[in-house]
């Protein structure tokens, strides 16, 4: 195996993130989710809506989730085109009235408010299950959300792990499915475990295929 192979899988954090653990850095973290300030509420109800952080902020620090909460913020808004339709207005109110480009700088910002309105009505992922979510459930083996090949494992592959009470230890391995990854004596993969993917993940709860 190459040398960047082995220092990729050296990376891996294979640490048991459970309700139980005693890291003092994840406890503080926890908390500090639990009881939110006024920067960390506002970057938490962003990263939990937008669609390529919902899944991850779970296992981010509150700064992280602080800085990148309120960058999207900026971004998400469309401040951008409005404060500059703004300036060119008090600057130059005769020029921007008459200008085809204001109402195409106009017209951008109400395609980004729209934009801004899709994303910001996307529902909330909770804080679940992650390394520094302040909420750890176990897994319950719920039937909701919409069951398909990846998420659900066959019916052989459930039988070879019925027995176990304990799933091995994955290595922080990716699975191709949830069936994969029963072959491999793997399940109930919680958000905070380097194998956790979404797509793995049938009712949304933080716990990948749930035994």
């Known amino acids: 195996m190459s040398e960047h192979k082995l220092n990729k899988t050296e990376k891996v954090d294979t640490t048991d993130y459970s309700a139980s653990t005693t890291d003092t850095r994840v406890l ?4 500090a989710y639990d009881h939110p300030g006024f920067f960390l509420r506002g970057a938490g109800w962003i990263v939990a809506r937008f669609p390529l952080t919902r899944h991850k902020y779970q296992n981010w ?5 602080i800085i990148v909460g309120w960058l999207l913020w900026l971004i ?21 009235k008459k200008s085809p480009w204001a109402k195409a700088l106009l017209g951008l910002a109400v ?4 934009y801004a309105g899709v994303i910001l009505t996307n529902p909330s992922q909770a804080n679940v299950n992650g390394k520094y979510s302040p909420v750890q ?26 027995a176990q009470k304990e799933s091995k230890d994955s290595g922080g391995r990716k699975f191709a499915n949830c069936t994969a990854a029963f072959e491999a004596g793997v399940f109930n993969i919680k958000r905070s475990n380097a194998s956790y993917e979404p797509r793995l993940d049938r009712d949304s709860d ?5 035994k």
């Not at 503080?28 to 908390?31: D, I």
């Not at 998400?76 to 207005?89: D, F, G, R, T």
């Not at 395609?111 to 729209?114: D, E, S, V, Y």
């Open 76 to 96: 998400i808004l469309p401040i951008i085109p409005i404060v500059a339709a703004v300036i060119w207005y008090v600057r130059d109110p005769e020029g921007f």
């Open 61 to 65: 620090t509150t700064s992280r989730t």
């Open 28 to 31: 503080k973290e926890r908390n």
């Open 111 to 114: 395609a980004w408010a729209g």
């Open 137 to 162: 459930t176990q897994p319950n083996g719920e039937v909701k959300g919409k069951a398909d090949t990846l998420n659900t494992a066959s019916a052989e592959a459930m039988k070879k792990v019925e």
């Open 206 to 210: 933080g716990i990948a295929c749930e």
